[in-house]
């Protein structure tokens, strides 16, 4: 099997699960809508989970990706299956405390940390109350999601991406359960949906434990810092916590800015994230898998400088995103209000949010393609060992992010926040590509503009097919239905004519081998 169709099986695979996974958290929201809609229960739990959920990025799942997959991917290679053990053992024993540490003082600085982070609730001192409480329980979550996405980095390396993939699902089954059956039975029932939190973390972290020990793993505690391969971890990893932190910023600011509801509308937190969750569901299914997918593979042919088949590698997982990811945003956008109303309007979550929600996607939808082609393009300088570059990078769009926020947020309230996200993605994945062509060498980007061009022509077409679908068949079906038709119809016009155009003929998959 040639590199490109195992890449894709791979991608296939995690895409698979990912799927699966974002069907079950819809569910969650749509039991978390239901039994909270808006208010300032679930803005308080949003705000709490978010705090230990945005440090995984930072010493968790960015960083295996970024230093722990390059550095072992040339263990697994160069060395033998002894010392890529050893190594993986003194990952994971400096990982373990470094873990326990963090959850330890974020639990005990939670008053301090929620008051930065959620400015606009000091005024409001139940919900500020409450928020702290849901921060000290969950901020465990740290511990267990942190060390999940070290072995999921640890698998990936061995070209394992089932059980990794798999483990987020559970997460959300523990939620839903949670949500339907057992926070009834808490006195404040949004602490049922806290503790459930920790008890998925537990089992997505277990959940891959058999699966590494079944390709020969075999825990021992111990440290050596002045290993070569732990240097070499800590010297990427220290580049990519900067740039995670400041990635992370965006996420702060944005709750920031979300929290000043007498700017942009009460409940704005809640909407962004019940928006940017729909937002997330093509850019994990598509991008983030291609992106898992992709960086073991240009690892090993940075490792070999084979640098043609790295463009090529590049070339077909940006072409697949592109075409995926451009009408999955138009869909998104014309339906927005529709597609929420029938996920989750109901119970608290009533007509106002949905159009507070349906809005802020809308915007969102803007720099769906750059969101997910950014990870693509990072992993690209990760499998290069330049982490330097994206922190760069992502601190000038970070500035971005919090001028448009300035700039948006009275004319276009919570809409204001979700289109400055975009607009400082869109930046960050053009100057990504910029860079690496820079890098690199020519990136055969003619070829890409062109298919992208005919991506887009065509996905508007399929939008304004969309609307005209829903419009008529609203006439005489209910909004379930009529979504269906057009969502389907749009789907068959897309392909119909994208084969027509070629922008994905017959072999593209495979074509490179």
Request: proline content about 3%; overall charge positive.
């Amino acid at each position: 099997m040639s590199e490109h169709k195992k890449l894709f099986k791979s991608a296939g695979i995690v895409s698979f699960f990912t799927l699966i996974s974002r069907i079950l958290g819809f569910v969650r929201d749509v039991v978390i809508a239901k039994m909270f809609g808006t208010g300032a229960a679930v803005q308080a739990f949003v705000v709490a989970f978010r705090i230990p959920n945005t440090l995984r990025h930072l010493v968790g799942e960015g960083a295996a990706n970024a230093a722990v997959i390059p550095v072992l991917s040339e263990y697994l290679d160069k060395k033998d299956n002894k010392e890529f053990w050893r190594v993986t053992n003194l990952l994971l024993s400096t990982v373990v405390i470094i873990l326990a540490a963090i959850a330890l003082i974020g639990t005990l600085l939670a008053p301090f940390i929620v008051r930065i982070i959620a400015f606009g609730f000091v005024n409001d001192p139940q919900k500020l109350d409450l928020t702290i409480r849901l921060t000290r329980i969950m901020f465990s979550f740290i511990f267990l999601i942190g060390l999940s996405a070290y072995v999921m980095g640890i698998l990936n390396t061995l070209k394992h991406f089932a059980a990794p993939a798999a483990a987020s699902c559970f997460l959300n089954i523990t939620m839903i359960v949670f949500g339907l059956y057992l926070c009834r039975y808490f006195q404040e029932p949004i602490i049922g949906l806290s503790i459930a939190v920790l008890i998925g973390g537990v089992l997505q972290l277990i959940v891959q434990i058999p699966v590494l020990m079944k390709n020969g793993f075999r825990f021992r505690f111990g440290f050596d810092f002045q290993h070569p391969a732990i240097k070499r971890i800590g010297n990427l990893l220290l580049p990519r916590m900067l740039g995670s932190s400041i990635y992370q910023l965006n996420v702060f600011v944005d709750t920031m800015f979300a929290s000043l509801g007498h700017i942009v509308g009460e409940g704005a937190i809640a909407a962004l994230y019940y928006s940017n969750r729909l937002i997330q569901f093509p850019t994990a299914l598509f991008g983030s898998a291609l992106a898992t997918a992709c960086l073991p593979t240009l690892s090993q042919q940075a490792i070999a400088n084979d640098m043609n088949s790295f463009k090529k590698t590049i070339d077909v997982s940006l072409r697949s995103l592109l075409v995926l990811l451009i009408p999955s945003s138009i869909g998104l956008l014309v339906l927005s209000e529709p597609i929420i109303r029938l996920l989750f309007e109901r119970g608290a979550f009533d007509s106002l949010s949905t159009q507070m929600t349906s809005f802020a996607m809308a915007f969102y939808c803007i720099g769906l393609f750059a969101y997910s082609g950014a990870r693509v393009m990072t992993s690209c300088f990760y499998a290069l060992k330049d982490t330097v570059t994206p922190v760069k990078i992502t601190f000038i769009c970070l500035i971005l992010n919090v001028v448009f926020n300035f700039l948006l947020m009275r004319v276009l309230q919570v809409g204001g926040l979700a289109l400055a996200t975009s607009i400082s993605s869109i930046a960050n994945f053009f100057i990504l590509i910029f860079l690496l062509r820079k890098k690199i060498g020519n990136l055969g980007l003619i070829s890409l503009i062109v298919n992208t061009l005919k991506t887009f022509l065509i996905s508007l077409v399929m939008g304004a097919f969309c609307i005209l679908a829903y419009s008529f068949s609203r006439v005489t079906l209910n909004n379930g239905l009529s979504l269906l038709i057009s969502i389907l119809g749009g789907i068959i016009v897309f392909f119909l004519m994208g084969w027509y155009f070629k922008i994905f003929p017959p072999r593209f998959w495979f074509r490179h081998r």
